[in-house]
């Protein structure tokens, strides 16, 4: 076990993978036999020994539910942090124990960098109201990484000190110095209408969340609201959660993209073991290689839409489910 968990980093991180499929059959063997929870669910689906599984279309995802209710844990490792879900309901919390916060980090660094470039010397803004008044985010923490990462003097979270954020984001645009402003849904409009000034050297990311404060509205409806106050031609979203240790961003064309050890499918709504058709809303199930220490095969509670160029829409929840904190808007 010890040389199996040694090695996972390089051969998720240091590789194109193109043996993802034999990747996940490996994830999933370890998983079986390491995770008492997920092996019980696993049994349910019929599956009596680890090596039964032969493809990716056959692995079980655990339902994310389960993170509220059971410690999802592959291993006795000692838990170093334990992440919590935003609690936007009655029925507790989802929580993540982390046996390896390197693993989580070098999936933020490398993720965020191959797809926004090079963090160094770029300023760094959460505007994290709400997520900076818990502990245990695991959005902090990955905005709080990227900053440590980028060394920039001017690095900053916000709650409601709105002209504070106002100011120093009119010094990086006098500057024109790149930077990256955070933000969770109802701060950023609450932002954008009191200072909606000229973005041309930001690039604004927004993290999801309305938590009730305002109407829900849909993504297309909140990025030309933020775009026309800020007068900018790109929003850009960010989709992950705290059972994940990856993440996805939008593309230009409002699409999420992710990182190559992490790839999503889209199920049917009332079939999990059965694919959606292309364009057709379906149940997002989201494999995370990082999540090699918890469980690398996890069915939200998200809607979505597979895309042919493997980019994907999300839609929001699916009915009678929880609204989550995280980078979900109702359409």
């Given amino acids: 076990m010890s040389e199996f968990i040694d090695l996972w980093p390089h051969r998720i991180f240091n590789s194109n993978l193109s043996n993802f499929e034999e990747l996940c059959l490996d994830a999933f063997q370890y998983q079986y036999n390491h995770n008492v929870v997920y092996r019980e669910y696993a049994k349910i689906w019929g599956i009596q020994q680890g090596n039964d599984i032969k493809k990716i279309g056959d692995i079980p995802f655990l339902p994310i539910e389960f993170f509220k209710t059971h410690e999802i844990k592959s291993n006795q490792f000692p838990v170093l942090k334990t992440f919590e879900s935003s609690g936007t309901s009655l029925t507790g919390n989802s929580k993540h124990f982390i046996v390896d916060l390197s693993i989580y980090e070098q999936s933020i660094f490398t993720h965020f960098q191959n797809h926004f470039g ?3 010397n770029k300023c760094i803004l959460g505007l994290l109201p709400s997520y900076l ?5 695991s959005l902090v923490y990955m905005v709080q990484a990227l900053m440590k990462k980028s ?3 001017l690095n900053g979270f916000y709650l409601y000190e709105h002209e504070q954020l106002a100011a120093k984001i009119k010094l990086l645009e006098s500057k024109k110095e790149p930077y990256f402003l955070f933000g969770v849904t109802f701060g ?6 009191k200072f909606p000034i000229p973005i041309n050297y930001g690039k604004i990311i927004e993290t999801g969340g309305m938590k009730g404060r ?8 909140l990025y030309e609201t ?3 106050q800020f007068q900018t031609n790109t929003i850009y979203s960010e989709y992950s959660m705290c059972e994940m240790q990856s993440q996805f961003y939008t593309s230009q064309n409002g699409n999420f993209t992710g990182p190559k050890w992490a790839r999503t499918f889209i199920t049917d709504i009332n079939d999990p073991r059965s694919a959606a058709k292309m364009g057709k809303t379906g149940v997002i199930q989201v494999v995370d290689l990082a999540n090699i220490h918890s469980c690398c095969f996890i069915q939200t509670a ?3 839409i597979e895309h042919p160029d493997f980019t994907f829409e999300v839609l929001g929840r ?3 489910s929880e609204q989550r904190g995280c980078s979900l808007m109702v359409s």
């Fill in 302 to 304: 998200d809607l979505g």
């Fill in 318 to 320: 699916r009915d009678q």
């Fill in 214 to 221: 305002k109407k829900e509205i849909t993504k297309m409806e």
């Fill in 133 to 137: 008044e818990k502990e245990n985010s």
């Fill in 118 to 120: 090079s963090i160094a």
């Fill in 151 to 153: 060394k920039h003097p």
């Fill in 188 to 193: 950023l409009l609450d932002f954008a209408k």
């Fill in 226 to 228: 933020l775009m026309n």
